[in-house]
């Protein structure tokens, strides 16, 4: 019986070492686990090896002058009776009271450290359990440290900490609620922006480095309280948090500089949110994309001035409205500046991909109808023309084109004529071939109109 009860104490003994050891590594993240598990391991051997060991030592009586600490142990030597079970009972009993307390302390100790590393909106659900734990056990732990005295006290505050251990996990490691930006989108859509900014300030409260509710907020203040300078140093403020990615800085300055072009046409202030692009993510594909950006920004500025006063449109037919229109008006010097910046632009794209069609194009409509220099625009759309694989409906409009310039720009009916001839002649079944054939009809009539008002007929020409 008494062997029965020292194999029960010792199997009690590890069982409480060995939960307090489990519940303390789920505590830890994935992270913490691999970085802390030799500090437990020497822990584990300061607070419970070393002490068990001593106290075994304390009670062996190695010498005369030092006898056992259990006067128990040293009543067995005397007697002659066999002292080593008597050596295990108190052995036992030792290893019981400091395998609970290193328990007890370890579980207390790393609960303390993780209800400081615990989410602010989880920390009332840990006090929660906290208080359900110790109202549920309190009485069965009061019981335990009644009827066992002192040296049960460990273990009846084990009884306590234990669970709160064993479900603290799912409070320490629960991943927080994604932010929910509906409310702030439905004052959005209903004109209630001040509404729509708190919305958005209080889910970012809950999660501070969301990067869309972040952007969210810069793009309210910019194309909705037209505060651009609040919109710049929102996207600044993101660019410097460390939890902001390569991918995620660059988008976040590339709609800076969107912003400075679309809303006060300010070339510095999207060069500046370009080039820091270039230097925060230098040598990267990022950083390549964000200087080809910076070498055509004149040409987007244009583009987005054309697109707002509806500059940029290509009439369908092209040809019909390109001959019908009024002549062009005075260019002014400034508006020739801002041409030849354009062209500027065009050239240098066209010098790093000749095959370049857009540009290409542009060119051609910035010499002929902003320069005034329609032959060098019928020579870029020549060369567009060449281009092989083009499709018919392009073909047919640059055909298009160059009639209606040689026709406003040069005067030179004969050779418009001839290119509209062959535009009816190789694209029959598009729109500008329509176009071109009542044109053609116009001109025929026109010339008879003519030659019957000089007193000749068309047939004796």
Same mark, same amino acid.
């Given at each position: 019986? $008494?062997?029965?009860?020292?194999?029960?104490?010792?199997?009690?003994?590890?069982?409480?070492?060995?939960?307090?050891?489990?519940?303390?590594?789920q505590?830890?993240?994935?992270?913490?686990?691999?970085?802390?598990?030799?500090w437990?391991?020497?822990?584990?051997?300061?607070?419970?090896?070393?002490?068990?060991?001593?106290w075994?030592? @304390?009670n062996? +009586?190695? *010498?005369?002058?030092?006898?056992?600490?259990?006067?128990?142990?040293?009543?067995?030597?005397?007697? +002659?009776?066999?002292?080593l079970?008597?050596?295990?009972?108190v052995?036992?009993?030792? %290893? %019981?009271?400091?395998?609970?307390?290193?328990?007890?302390?370890?579980?207390g100790?790393?609960?303390?450290?993780?209800?400081?590393?615990? &989410?602010?909106?989880?920390?009332?659900?840990?006090?929660?359990?906290?208080?359900?734990?110790?109202? =549920?056990? =309190?009485?069965?732990?009061? $019981?335990?440290?009644? %009827?066992?005295?002192?040296?049960?006290?460990?273990?009846?505050?084990?009884?306590?900490?234990g669970?709160? /251990?064993?479900?603290?996990? #799912?409070l320490?490691?629960?991943?927080?609620?994604?932010?929910m930006?509906?409310?702030?989108?439905?004052?959005?859509?209903?004109g209630?922006?001040?509404?729509?900014?708190?919305?958005?300030i209080?889910?970012?409260e &809950?999660?501070?480095?969301d990067?869309?509710?972040?952007?969210?907020?810069?793009?309210?203040?910019?194309n909705?309280?037209?505060?651009? &300078?609040?919109?710049?140093?929102?996207?600044?403020?993101?660019?410097?948090?460390?939890?902001?990615?390569?991918?995620?800085?660059?988008i976040?300055?590339?709609?800076?500089?969107?912003?400075?072009?679309? @809303?006060?046409?300010?070339?510095?202030?999207?060069?500046?949110?370009?080039?820091?692009?270039?230097?925060? =993510?230098k040598?990267?594909?990022?950083?390549? @994309? /964000?200087q080809?950006?910076?070498?055509?920004?004149?040409?987007?500025?244009?583009?987005?001035?054309? #697109?707002?006063?509806?500059?940029?449109?290509?009439?369908?037919?092209?040809?019909?409205?390109?001959?019908?229109?009024?002549?062009?008006?005075?260019?002014?010097?400034?508006?020739?500046?801002k041409? *030849?910046?354009?062209?500027?632009?065009?050239?240098? #794209?066209?010098?790093?991909?000749?095959?370049?069609?857009?540009?290409?194009?542009?060119l051609?409509?910035?010499? *002929?109808?902003?320069?005034?220099?329609?032959?060098?625009?019928?020579?870029?759309?020549? =060369?567009?023309?060449?281009?092989?694989?083009?499709?018919?409906?392009?073909? /047919?409009?640059?055909?298009?084109?160059?009639? *209606?310039?040689?026709? &406003?720009?040069?005067?030179?009916?004969?050779?418009?004529?001839?290119?509209?001839?062959?535009?009816?002649?190789?694209?029959?079944?598009?729109?500008q071939?329509?176009?071109?054939?009542?044109?053609?009809?116009?001109?025929?009539?026109?010339?008879?109109?003519?030659?019957?008002?000089?007193?000749?007929?068309?047939?004796?020409?």
């Amino acid at each position: 019986m $008494a062997d029965s009860g020292l194999t029960f104490l010792f199997g009690v003994s590890i069982g409480v070492a060995g939960a307090a050891w489990v519940l303390t590594v789920q505590l830890w993240t994935p992270a913490e686990r691999a970085r802390n598990c030799w500090w437990l391991l020497g822990w584990f051997a300061k607070g419970l090896l070393l002490p068990l060991a001593l106290w075994t030592l @304390m009670n062996l +009586g190695l *010498a005369w002058n030092l006898q056992p600490f259990m006067p128990e142990i040293q009543a067995a030597k005397n007697i +002659g009776k066999g002292w080593l079970p008597v050596l295990m009972r108190v052995v036992g009993d030792g %290893f %019981f009271l400091v395998s609970s307390s290193w328990a007890v302390v370890t579980l207390g100790w790393q609960l303390a450290l993780a209800w400081g590393s615990t &989410k602010a909106e989880f920390r009332e659900n840990f006090k929660e359990l906290c208080r359900t734990c110790a109202v =549920l056990l =309190l009485l069965p732990a009061a $019981a335990i440290a009644w %009827f066992g005295g002192w040296p049960m006290f460990p273990l009846a505050v084990g009884v306590i900490l234990g669970p709160i /251990a064993a479900f603290a996990p #799912r409070l320490i490691h629960a991943k927080p609620r994604p932010p929910m930006y509906s409310r702030a989108v439905a004052r959005l859509k209903l004109g209630k922006y001040s509404e729509a900014e708190w919305e958005i300030i209080r889910e970012l409260e &809950k999660c501070e480095d969301d990067f869309d509710g972040w952007m969210m907020l810069a793009d309210l203040y910019a194309n909705h309280f037209h505060d651009l &300078k609040g919109a710049e140093r929102t996207v600044l403020e993101i660019c410097t948090r460390a939890e902001t990615t390569a991918p995620q800085l660059s988008i976040a300055l590339h709609r800076l500089a969107d912003w400075n072009l679309k @809303m006060t046409g300010d070339l510095d202030g999207a060069r500046f949110a370009l080039d820091l692009i270039c230097e925060r =993510l230098k040598g990267t594909h990022l950083a390549h @994309m /964000a200087q080809l950006r910076i070498n055509r920004l004149l040409e987007t500025l244009d583009e987005l001035r054309q #697109r707002e006063t509806g500059r940029n449109r290509v009439p369908l037919p092209a040809l019909g409205d390109s001959l019908d229109a009024p002549p062009a008006r005075a260019i002014s010097r400034l508006d020739r500046l801002k041409a *030849a910046e354009l062209a500027n632009a065009c050239v240098e #794209r066209l010098t790093q991909n000749p095959d370049d069609v857009g540009a290409r194009e542009k060119l051609a409509r910035v010499f *002929a109808e902003r320069l005034n220099k329609a032959e060098l625009g019928i020579e870029q759309l020549g =060369l567009l023309l060449d281009l092989p694989e083009q499709p018919e409906a392009r073909r /047919a409009e640059w055909l298009g084109l160059v009639a *209606a310039w040689q026709l &406003k720009h040069l005067e030179d009916a004969d050779a418009a004529r001839k290119v509209l001839e062959r535009l009816v002649r190789e694209f029959p079944n598009t729109p500008q071939a329509l176009a071109a054939g009542r044109r053609l009809r116009l001109m025929a009539a026109q010339a008879a109109t003519n030659l019957k008002a000089a007193g000749r007929s068309p047939e004796k020409t």
